[in-house]
């Protein structure tokens, strides 16, 4: 890209906007007063080497969107007490501590620059955060500083922070880590201990040993070799046990043959003065492969906790009235049905129930996928977790936070997961044929030195399972998968699943949600048209007169333009539009016009019937009392690179496909526009599954791109599915991968990546069978002794290591 | 070279104590962040103190 782009977000920077901050010694470009003024604090506080030292910008909307007032008049309510008992922890001599979940966090310098900002702050005694986890603990004097104070210092230096409480899915994940670390501690100090042993065993059996020693250290490796194999081994042995029970042949089974055979024979052996003992074998094995098994994990936790913080619903707030209508601040898992809450204009209704008072719009898109509000009167019933556009209302809470809609929903979605179409992994496929032929090969062998040297059989079969050593088959994908999630993870996708990763590359068709996938849920003005003699510009500011009070989405799309002071009295009609009235000077003195903005039926002056433009599209009318003055033609705006996302994947062969719920013909528009003929519009949810069911017993596998809460059983009946940003929490959920920045280009590296990463498992699997194919006839004729056998399976693993972690690059 | 009897026993005595040691590390939470502490030492060392620091009281030490 020519332009130039941000120096704190790395968004573009277009030539109208004039922001700049001197960092470093020189004036560096701004995109929007939201990075200026973070990168101005960063400044002021001394950090401008975190420039230097960061590996990544920070999301590029999130700064200048958190320092909006209506953020930071929120984060007042943190400082009630009553909602701070369930989160913040009393400390002794009056401190406090709260655990904070942070957004934006991309590399150790972000790290760095919280806490010795937050460290600088007047009254906060610890504060601690944590790269991998974004979670910071945060111990604080209250009398010198308040919550919302310290929410606010994050918010300057760019970053996101609201109080969390763990969910029960990171506990377990923290156990299965520790676990993990301590098995692999115990294997590696072990195995370096066996290890010298061995060298001296191999050593004595060059140059000669005293029997006496070598029984000696024979006996000592057996004792540090029994843990490594009991402990540290067990995943594998519980793995071949449960893959033996299901029918079904995984690494696990050659491996934990290998192991046993190889620990008890040589405990045998030390028993019995055998010739040879394998324990060093046994404890490079098991720390190996938990190394690399560690490391897949490690990976795939990371994925999961950020998909939980993502889908980590904010602590939602109520305004409980009391007898006396006087409203207390309670959290919203806290209410009852019968309570009574008010909710603002602008706020999140906190349960299901019906309304009492007040008239008001109501957003629904974390149900529907609709942007467009709902209009909602005395009486309606409304849906918890969705958004009060325009006026307070108070509300009857009618049923307990955990029978309400969007639980309901929730356990639908699990339901849907279940049946999910199994993905084909190809290494399982591969590793079941091997552990096969591996197995038939071994008895093969032992029957045939059974006949002709029956004393070695034991020992030679020993060697074909050690040599053949899995180890490096087995390594060979979860290394390069790993691999390939970290780096997706660099280009700001997560993949969520363990099997993203393999169902994306086998994708045929991609469908992609209309609104808010292809498009941004942003309209915006695209045509004026006048009714009158009256100037263009003249009726434009008119309109965003009249809007400029109204939040609806439509209403938005005005609040760029240049008002018009003089329209006063401003009334918005809930779902309707907006009157206002002008006085204008005429030659006979002062006319008060009375101006209406909104739906064609509630504009129109009395008695004139609406001829609204032949083009298709949403139109809003503006009026007068006496005649229609202009029309506006308001779209969704098209997100950045959808076009370039679709011709690259039509290129590449796939097919495009855009399934919407939507019924004003944008749909067609916006396929036009990409150049996609497959469309189908005004589609239910029932109807997008069925359609993708359709597809995918034509033989295709369906990536499903979407973002609402209407979309999560179709993205949970997809093959795979990813949402994109800023998709509903149960889209999020119910996804396979989540696609963190606003544009859609990064899909197509993407698809480009996981294509890289199966080239990679297939040289890998390639090089494991070829030296498998050589090894093992080699072994079978009983010409490999166990130390070199220990050493190609070494040497094959780290090869194989290597070659995955080209992916990084 | 009957030495090793002696020997060895006692190096199993320590490795008993580094995986005591690793166990009582691991437990106690430090490996929470191995992200962070690769790169912490990057970042140390050129602090420059900011205006804020400097005015400060030496009441908090950091």
């Given at each position: 890209m020519s332009e130039q782009s941000c120096y704190h977000c790395g968004l573009p920077v277009t030539a109208d906007d004039h922001y700049s901050v001197t960092i470093l010694g020189q004036p560096r470009a701004m995109c929007c007063p939201g990075c200026q003024s973070v990168a101005q604090t960063i400044v002021a506080i001394g950090m401008e080497s975190y420039y230097e030292h960061r590996q990544q910008c920070p999301p590029g909307s999130s700064p200048a969107a958190d320092l909006v007032p209506d953020f930071l008049d929120g984060l007042n309510n943190w400082d009630d007490p009553g909602l701070q008992e369930s989160f913040v922890h009393q400390l002794p001599e009056g401190a406090r501590e709260i655990t904070l979940l942070i957004s934006g966090i991309t590399c150790a310098a972000c790290v760095w620059l919280l806490e010795k900002h937050l460290n600088d702050q007047a009254g906060i005694h610890r504060c601690h955060v944590n790269m991998s986890s974004n979670l910071a603990v945060v111990s604080w004097n209250p009398e010198a500083i308040s919550l919302s104070g310290i929410i606010k210092a994050i918010a300057h230096v760019g970053y996101k922070a609201e109080p969390y409480t763990p969910v029960q899915q990171e506990q377990s994940i923290k156990r299965e880590n520790k676990q993990a670390l301590t098995r692999i501690g115990v294997a590696g100090l072990g195995a370096m201990q066996v290890m010298t042993y061995a060298v001296s065993l191999y050593m004595g059996a060059f140059e000669g040993i005293d029997p006496a020693h070598e029984t000696f250290l024979r006996w000592v490796s057996a004792l540090v070799t029994t843990p490594v194999f009991f402990y540290s081994g067990m995943p594998f042995l519980k793995g071949a046990v449960r893959s033996l029970r299901n029918r079904h042949l995984s690494m696990d089974v050659p491996v934990a043959i290998a192991l046993t055979f190889a620990y008890f024979s040589s405990v045998w052996a030390t028993l019995t003065n055998?010739?040879?003992?394998?324990f060093d074998s046994v404890c490079m094995f098991v720390f190996f492969l938990l190394v690399g098994r560690y490391l897949e994990m490690r990976a795939r936790h990371r994925s999961q906790n950020t998909s939980i913080r993502l889908s980590h619903s904010q602590m939602q707030t109520a305004r409980k009235l009391d007898d006396q209508n006087h409203p207390t601040l309670v959290p919203a898992d806290k209410l009852v049905p019968g309570d009574r809450v008010l909710v603002k204009a602008g706020e999140v209704i906190p349960g299901d129930g019906k309304i009492l008072q007040g008239d008001s719009s109501v957003n629904e898109s974390m149900l529907t996928g609709e942007q467009l509000p709902i209009s909602k009167h005395q009486g309606d019933l409304v849906t918890g977790g969705t958004l009060n556009v325009e006026q307070p209302i108070t509300l009857e809470i009618s049923t307990l936070p955990k029978e309400s809609t969007l639980s309901t929903l929730k356990r639908l979605l699990q339901r849907a997961e279940a049946d999910k179409p199994a993905t084909f992994v190809l290494a399982d496929r591969i590793a079941s044929h091997f552990v096969a032929a591996v197995l038939v090969t071994s008895v093969c062998v032992y029957s045939y030195w059974w006949f002709h040297s029956p004393q070695d059989a034991f020992w030679i079969v020993l060697s074909v399972l050690v040599v053949t050593c899995p180890c490096a088959l087995s390594l060979a994908t979860p290394t390069a998968i790993t691999a390939a999630t970290a780096r997706l993870s660099q280009m700001g996708f997560l993949a969520t699943r363990s099997h993203t990763i393999e169902g994306l590359r086998q994708v045929t068709d991609v469908v992609f949600d209309k609104t808010g996938t292809l498009t941004l849920g942003e309209f915006q003005l695209q045509e004026t048209v006048a009714a009158t003699t009256e100037d263009l510009y003249a009726l434009l500011a008119l309109a965003a007169a009249l809007e400029s009070v109204s939040e609806h989405p439509i209403a938005r799309a005005f609040h760029p333009y240049t008002k018009n002071p003089d329209v006063k009295n401003l009334r918005i009609i809930a779902n309707q539009g907006v009157e206002g009235t002008l006085e204008q000077a005429t030659p006979t003195g002062k006319v008060e016009r009375l101006l209406r903005i909104g739906k064609p039926e509630f504009a129109a002056p009395a008695g004139v019937s609406p001829q609204q433009p032949d083009k298709p599209g949403q139109w809003v009318m503006l009026a007068d009392q006496n005649q229609v003055l202009g029309w506006f033609r308001i779209e969704d705006q098209l997100r950045a690179d959808a076009d370039n996302l679709v011709s690259h994947l039509q290129q590449s062969g796939k097919r495009c496909h855009i399934l919407s719920?939507?019924?004003?013909?944008h749909a067609e528009v916006v396929a036009k526009k990409l150049g996609i003929e497959s469309v189908i519009s005004n589609a239910t949810p029932e109807h997008k599954l069925s359609f993708i069911r359709s597809l995918q017993e034509s033989g295709a596998k369906v990536l499903m791109l979407g973002d609402g809460l209407n979309d999560a059983p179709v993205l949970a009946g997809a093959d795979v599915s990813i949402a994109v940003a800023g998709a509903s929490d149960l889209a999020q959920v119910a996804?396979?991968?989540?696609?963190?920045?606003?544009?859609?280009?990064?899909l197509h590296n993407i698809l480009n990546l996981v294509e890289k990463t199966y080239r990679i498992i297939r040289q890998n699997l390639s090089w494991a069978i070829l030296y498998n194919l050589i090894a093992l006839p080699l072994a079978a004729a009983g010409f490999i002794p166990p130390w070199a056998s220990a050493l190609g399976m070494s040497a094959s693993s780290l090869l194989v290591v290597l070659n995955a972690l080209r992916l990084n690059k | 070279m009957d030495i090793i009897f002696l020997l060895i026993p006692l190096a199993l005595v320590l490795l008993v104590v580094a995986v005591a040691a690793f166990f009582w590390a691991v437990r106690s939470d430090q490996f929470e962040d191995l992200d962070r502490e690769a790169s912490r030492i990057l970042f140390d060392e050129d602090t420059q103190p900011s205006a804020k620091e400097k005015s400060k009281s030496p009441e908090q030490p950091q």
């Open positions: 055998g010739p040879e003992v394998y719920g939507d019924s004003s013909g996804a396979d991968g989540i696609l963190l920045s606003q544009s859609l280009q990064p | -």
